[in-house]
């Protein structure tokens, strides 16, 4: 079955084609339509192929139309930079962005390591394979992965509180990282990256910030030399700082203090100046170097070093305990869904900076991957990192190969350098950390927020407080619980307005917004500011209501009448609407014609029209009240109005002819010429006629043809008016006074 569309002029008028059982629209005028199918194009009739074998059908179809060369592009993206690689032009900034990204990444790779309660080697394990994996097959050009320290916080919380053997909690670590690579590479094959969207950026600043503060106290044991409980809450890491502060030492205070000291210097120095851009990469190698140097100089005893690290590549084994994957798969969730905004946003911004589309189902896959492999490789969770993604880009990266460079830095760390980080001082790599987590501390945002929107400022402040207090999965789950709260209020609670007429116009406003545009006794119009479901029809209902109730007292205009006759429904905005929302609209129709009030249907998009035929109520309203605009609904709707009262004071009906026109310009009072007045500030005899000529004449003159002179009789402000045209030829001496009469010398000449 088909449904065309005929444009009138003030129509919106449905009819069937002939091979349509319906006869609606039978009576339509004979001119050209546009036909489209009544079925959706995205959805099968109930008639047609099953959903199952349609969705088989069409995955055939897109394996037939795909080359091989676009299946190599879908599956392997680096095929595409390969395939154009300059290498004149792409191959220092690639060489060099891997090699400043390599060495920032070393240091911090053990940092974060010690952060997530892990020896600092799986930290250098983590920095490797994974990133050979996505640079492969990930999506961005620039994006960094490998540890990270909100990621190495949430193994570190949850690990733990568990109450495990050291060698127990590094096999739960590597299992981690399989299982959030698993449940990424199913959200990349079923397309869920956009459930991402319902996480507000009020809750993710909120979080990361509250998280930063976390991070920074837990670092507090290398600095003060003394053990602190291993907590993700801010008040058991403060009491714990306080109790132990009669074991405070001053050596690795005084050297984590410098280390760090310095390390903000150079942050800041390459942040600020370009010619010192250097710097911010090279900071955590100086750190570690300067470190390293003082220790092997001074040899302190009171300093806790790393240790010895064990040298050579990690070699291949499959994650094992997977009997306690169970009891991991709420952290496993909760780590793939922090992964997954720090690195797509990230990735995102890179991309859009950089010329490029990312495509986020493949980056999804890229990062399941690269985790899913580094676990076989003695990897824990891993993501894109923002510093070194940052430092990535700022280097000139152009694509995979500085991340390839990146981790044959890290190879070569591993196979020859894990001799010298046995004298990395535990206070040097605890500055690293608190030196990256500064950044995460966004209080500026919060500052934004207060002046911009305050349920978003509320937002943030919830997820920050139950993040620091409670824990950083209850603060997570809080923070998302409630952004789905105020995202569900605002589905149930649509923006609807009351329109209005724009002086001198047959625009429809918001009369809230324009307080000038005028309404009609009688005909009130709404619009819906969003699609119409189950869950806001109740409140869009009461509303409608509430308008009926009220409406009559903000109408300035139109024929005087006791009551509402018409509802306007203006559904331009309206996007979508359910079966729900039908047969309330249905209900809607019937309590309103039993209280003799139409209602009338402007402007609905296709699938909504779509939908209100086959619900059958274009037949129950009537295909009469569809109408393109609302102004072809209001005119049609003031010329029933009229009928009620035979002495109309509406300067604006269309139905009027010429000789009532003039007799009523001729008697019209100066309270009634609003019109112009909010125009131009004085009633103008030039601009009164003006708008009269637009809103008022018969729509059958045309208005390109109307000539309007005026010539001065007097000085006394009297005005000679010629209008001419095809149908009529009246002349009018126009003569403002001060008083509350404009009278005219009206001479109708059809």
Not at 115 to 123: K, N, Q, R, S, V
Request: include cysteine.
């Amino acid at each position: 079955m088909e449904i065309s569309y005929a444009s009138s002029s003030h129509r919106y008028l449905p009819t069937m084609s002939a091979s349509s059982s319906s006869s609606l629209g039978s009576s339509m005028p004979n001119r050209p339509v546009k036909t489209i199918p009544l079925q959706h194009p995205n959805t099968t009739s109930s008639s047609s192929t099953p959903l199952p074998q349609a969705m088989f059908w069409r995955w055939t179809a897109k394996i037939k139309r795909t080359t091989p060369s676009q299946w190599i592009d879908t599956f392997l993206p680096c095929y595409r930079w390969i395939r154009t690689y300059k290498w004149r032009e792409y191959l220092q900034p690639d060489l060099m962005a891997g090699l400043t990204v390599g060495i920032m990444l070393v240091p911090q790779a053990m940092s974060y390591a010690k952060l997530a309660g892990l020896h600092p080697i799986y930290g250098l394990y983590t920095g490797f394979i994974p990133i050979f994996v996505y640079a492969i097959f990930g999506s961005s050009r620039q994006l960094a992965i490998g540890p990270v320290a909100l990621v190495s916080l949430l193994v570190s919380n949850v690990l733990g509180g568990m109450d495990l053997s050291d060698e127990l909690y590094t096999e739960l670590a590597i299992l981690l990282a399989f299982m959030v690579g698993i449940m990424e590479c199913i959200m990349a094959f079923l397309r869920l990256g956009w459930l991402i969207r319902f996480i507000s950026h009020s809750v993710i600043s909120g979080f990361t910030t509250a998280s930063a503060i976390v991070i920074a106290l837990s670092q507090a044991k290398y600095f003060l030399g003394y053990d602190v409980v291993r907590s993700s809450k801010i008040v058991p890491l403060i009491k714990s700082i306080i109790s132990g502060a009669h074991k405070f030492s001053w050596p690795p205070f005084v050297m984590g203090s410098c280390i760090l000291a310095i390390l903000l210097v150079m942050k800041h120095l390459g942040k600020s100046r370009k010619q010192f851009r250097f710097l911010r990469p090279a900071g955590p190698l100086t750190a570690v170097v300067l470190g390293t140097v003082f220790v092997k100089i001074f040899h302190p005893s009171s300093i806790s070093l790393v240790g010895d690290i064990p040298q050579g590549l990690p070699s291949f084994s499959i994650p094992k305990k997977f009997e306690y994957a169970k009891s991991l798969i709420p952290t496993a969730m909760l780590i793939t869904g922090v992964a997954i905004l720090e690195s797509v946003g990230i990735a995102k911004a890179l991309a859009a900076k950089n010329g490029y589309e990312l495509d986020s189902s493949q980056e999804l896959f890229g990062l399941g991957l690269a985790n899913i492999l580094g676990s076989f490789f003695s990897a824990y969770p891993s993501t894109g990192s923002f510093s070194r993604s940052a430092v990535n880009n700022d280097s000139g990266a152009k694509t995979g190969l500085a991340g390839i460079v990146a981790g044959t830095i890290m190879g070569c760390s591993l196979l020859f350098l894990t001799p010298l980080f046995e004298y990395i001082p535990q206070c040097g790599l605890a500055a690293i950390v608190i030196s990256a987590v500064m950044g995460l501390v966004d209080y500026h945002e919060a500052i934004f927020l207060w002046h911009v929107d305050k349920k978003d400022f509320v937002l943030w402040i919830i997820t920050s407080t139950t993040t620091l207090f409670l824990g950083i999965e209850i603060g997570v789950l809080v923070g998302v619980g409630v952004s789905l709260a105020f995202v569900i209020h605002e589905s149930a609670n649509p923006h609807i307005a009351v329109l209005g007429r724009l002086p001198g116009t047959t625009v429809y406003r918001n009369i809230q917004q324009y307080p000038e545009a005028y309404t009609y006794n009688g005909i009130v119009i709404v619009r819906v500011d969003a699609p119409i479901y189950f869950a806001n029809i109740s409140f869009i209902k009461d509303r409608l209501r509430e308008y009926e109730a009220d409406v009559d007292k903000s109408a300035r205009h139109g024929p005087e009448v006791e009551r509402i006759h018409f509802l306007i429904l203006e559904m331009s905005p309206i996007t979508y609407i359910d079966s729900s929302a039908v047969q309330a609209l249905k209900d809607l129709h019937q309590e309103y014609k039993s209280r003799d009030i139409e209602i009338c249907i402007a402007n609905p998009n296709q699938d909504v029209l779509l939908t209100l035929t086959k619900a059958g109520i274009v037949e129950l309203i009537g295909k009469e009240w569809y109408f393109v605009r609302v102004h072809d609904a209001v005119q049609v709707c003031l010329q029933h109005v009229q009928s009620l009262n035979q002495t109309p004071k509406n300067p604006d009906s269309f139905a009027e002819d010429k000789q009532s026109f003039f007799q009523r310009l001729s008697k019209q009072r100066e309270e009634d010429l609003s019109i112009a007045e909010l125009e131009s500030g004085t009633p103008t005899p030039s601009l009164l006629v003006s708008l009269y000529l637009q809103n008022g004449l018969n729509p059958a003159v045309r208005r390109d043809n109307v000539k309007i002179q005026f010539r001065s009789l007097s000085a006394h402000q009297t005005y000679r008016c010629t209008i001419s045209c095809k149908t009529v030829t009246p002349a009018a001496v126009v003569a403002p006074s001060d008083s509350t009469v404009v009278e005219f010398d009206a001479v109708d000449c059809a």
